[in-house]
């Protein structure tokens, strides 16, 4: 579930990146650039978006796995 929640707000995000360039390209490059292309522009997006979140995700692992093992010695200690 937190997954597909994840995944909408990508989506959303991406959507919105899309959105935002578009905005700050001329109309003539717009012209140039098809929907299918800005399409898979929002998936490169959404791609680096996951990437993040899996990075962030793996940092919290570590640090929550490097607390229980302090949190233990410290137990050890008393």
Same mark, same amino acid.
Request: glycine fraction near 0%; avoid cysteine; charged fraction near 30%.
């Given at each position: 579930?937190? %997954?597909?929640?994840?995944d !909408?707000?990508?989506?959303? &995000?991406?959507?919105?990146?899309?959105?935002?360039?578009?905005q700050? !390209? $001329? /109309?003539?490059a #717009? $012209?140039? !650039?098809?929907?299918? /292309?800005?399409?898979?522009?929002?998936? !490169?997006? #959404?791609?680096? &978006?996951?990437? %993040?979140?899996?990075?962030a995700?793996?940092?919290? +692992?570590?640090?929550e796995?490097? &607390? #229980? /093992?302090k949190?233990?010695h410290? +137990?050890?200690?008393?």
């Open positions: 579930m937190r %997954e597909a929640l994840h !909408i707000q990508n989506e959303q &995000l991406a959507q919105k990146v899309i959105e935002i360039f578009k700050n !390209i $001329s /109309e003539n #717009r $012209s140039h !650039i098809s929907e299918a /292309e800005f399409q898979t522009l929002a998936q !490169i997006v #959404r791609e680096a &978006l996951s990437l %993040e979140m899996t990075e995700a793996e940092m919290v +692992d570590k640090l796995k490097q &607390l #229980r /093992e949190a233990v410290l +137990d050890l200690d008393l």
